[in-house]
Nanobody
Framework: QVQLVESGGGLVQAGDSLRLSCATS????????MGWFRQAPRKEREFVAA????????YYADSVKGRFTISRDNAKNTVSLQMNSLKPEDTAIYYC??????????????????WGQGTQVTVSS
């Protein structure tokens, strides 16, 4: 069983930066693609970023491209999301997700098998 635990959320002002981290358990973490999703109040969960098991390939939503960077450390079983130039519209609960099987699109939440509990990010204007 894989467990994911996010940390690093908080309340910041527009233009500030935050770094989210996701600690994982399980010996097979390095074989999973990992992703970050977010869900704002009264909105559906949306894709933010993903990274392949090797870390070579990264994927971003257009809304965060150039501002957010996803990375992973397979030796430490962690995946991170560096968020710069934050905007009020980035306010959401951010979820870390693990993709064990290559089904559906990497941009689709249905393609992920494991989820963390989420961490709140609030950006004030």
């Amino acid at each position: 069983q894989v467990q994911l635990v996010e940390s690093g959320g908080g309340l910041v002002q527009a233009g500030d930066s935050l770094r989210l981290s996701c600690a994982t358990s399980g010996r097979t973490f390095s074989s999973y693609a990992m992703g970050w999703f977010r869900q704002a109040p009264r909105k559906e969960r949306e894709f933010v970023a993903a990274i392949s098991w090797s870390g070579i390939n990264t994927y971003y939503a257009d809304s965060v491209k150039g501002r957010f960077t996803i990375s992973r450390d397979n030796a430490k079983n962690t995946v991170s999301l560096q968020m710069n130039s934050l905007k009020p519209e980035d306010t959401a609960i951010y979820y870390c997700a693990g993709r064990q099987y290559n089904r559906d699109s990497i941009y689709d939440a249905r393609g992920y098998d494991y989820w963390g509990q989420g961490t709140q990010v609030t950006v004030s204007s």
